[in-house]
């Protein structure tokens, strides 16, 4: 049974810094592609960010810059580092992986406002 459990949100200020982290059981990431996905109100869910097996990220241009998506294979655990936070970054961030299926966590709520 692989599940994926999200971790590290919260309220900070734009400008602030927060990081989130996706431990996974059952698969083992490492041979695995991992993803970052969000989902504001009333609008659909899109891609944050990607890490390959091997290691190779990519990003939504709306991102690029400011978070960092990387991994840890030896704590099955990938993580997101969000700084230079926006308003517009508010929403449940989700991670995601296919492995025979889709897999989804539960979401945590990020939440950027002064």
């Known amino acids: 049974q692989v599940q994926l459990v999200e971790s590290g949100g919260g309220l900070v200020q734009p400008g602030g810094s927060l990081r989130l982290s996706c431990v996974v059981s059952?698969?083992?990431?490492?041979?695995?592609?991992m993803h970052w996905y969000r989902q504001a109100p009333e609008k659909q869910r899109e891609l944050v960010a990607s890490?390959?097996?091997?290691?190779?990220?990519n990003y939504a241009d709306s991102v690029k810059g400011r978070f960092t998506i990387s991994k840890d294979n030896a704590k099955n655990t990938v993580y997101l580092q969000m700084n230079s936070l926006k308003p517009e970054d508010t929403a449940v961030y989700y991670c995601?992986?296919?492995?025979?299926?889709?897999?989804w966590g539960q979401g945590t709520q990020v939440t950027v406002s002064s």
């Open positions: 890490i390959s097996s091997g290691g190779s990220t």
């Open positions: 995601y992986m296919y492995y025979q299926r889709a897999y």
């Open positions: 059952g698969s083992n990431i490492r041979i695995y592609t």
